[in-house]
């Protein structure tokens, strides 16, 4: 692994923010978890070249949730990438976070690698879908740049958590979408947020990371919903110029995550 050609991704994910700041949800304050979060992401080093965010940036979707994003993140110069997920307003999303550096771009270049986003949102549900123009975008911008190395980004999962409540709710569709993955071995990396706790698993040749919400998480292996004492999290991800891939999830320690406001905040 050559260190000197390595891009560093922070993968930030379900900030759940309110319209509200000062509101909780599930007795948590998701803005002072986010900023807390976010405040620790970025003392890792080497520093993110670009800052990944998988969507319901927004539990209440106003143009003052997205503000407060866009306030936190603009003053940090590193380019941010922001998809939606099942509780977001895309098109809002779109309007707010559309700045040179804080934005809803589908592609971007990072050296010899692709990152390729896409929507999972399906109007109305929390479940997930890839609708035709995602996986047509998908396949072309692969087969447009075959000598790259790719990261796929999305809101749903296309793995199974083995959670029957949150496995109603993966992409419909995975199996579409990773047969266009299977195509192209340069297709490295799926990344995902939307079930709240980590994973990290093969597809064939693609490796597939889940990332821990910046607030609360879930039980993992849990006939229901279910919430678990796990801490607020963000995870690093280093992409190598030969194509490896070399990950961490960090969790929030104690101290630092004191967020819980109200146990009936919800």
Not at 180 to 204: E, F, T, Y
Request: aromatic share 6%; proline share 5%; hydrophobic share 40%.
């Amino acid at each position: 692994m050559d260190q000197d050609n390595a891009y560093t991704l922070l993968h930030l994910t379900d900030t759940h923010l309110m319209a509200d700041a000062k509101s909780t949800l599930l007795g948590y304050n998701t803005a002072d978890s986010f900023q807390k979060t976010l405040a620790t992401a970025v003392t890792e080093q080497p520093p993110a070249d670009l800052i990944l965010l998988t969507g319901d940036l927004a539990q209440e979707p106003t143009a003052e949730s997205y503000r407060f994003l866009l306030d936190a993140l603009s003053p940090l110069q590193i380019p941010c990438l922001c998809l939606p997920g099942n509780h977001d307003d895309l098109a809002l999303m779109q309007a707010t976070l559309a700045t040179h550096l804080v934005h809803c771009r589908k592609h971007v270049i990072l050296g010899p690698w692709q990152l390729i986003a896409l929507n999972s949102q399906v109007q109305g549900s929390p479940a997930g879908f890839l609708a035709d123009e995602e996986l047509s975008f998908l396949q072309q911008r692969l087969q447009a740049h075959p000598d790259h190395h790719s990261v796929v980004a999305v809101h749903h999962h296309c793995l199974p958590t083995h959670s029957a409540w949150m496995d109603s709710m993966m992409i419909a569709n995975h199996e579409a979408f990773l047969a266009v993955l299977a195509q192209h071995p340069r297709a490295k990396l799926v990344v995902n947020g939307h079930i709240h706790q980590a994973m990290d698993r093969m597809s064939d040749a693609t490796r597939v990371l889940a990332t821990p919400s910046t607030c609360f998480q879930f039980a993992p292996y849990s006939s229901a919903f279910k919430i678990d004492g796990m801490s607020p999290s963000y995870r690093t991800i280093q992409l190598f110029s030969d194509g490896i891939v070399a990950t961490q999830v960090h969790y929030l320690s104690e101290r630092a995550a004191g967020l819980i406001t109200d146990k009936h905040g919800y």
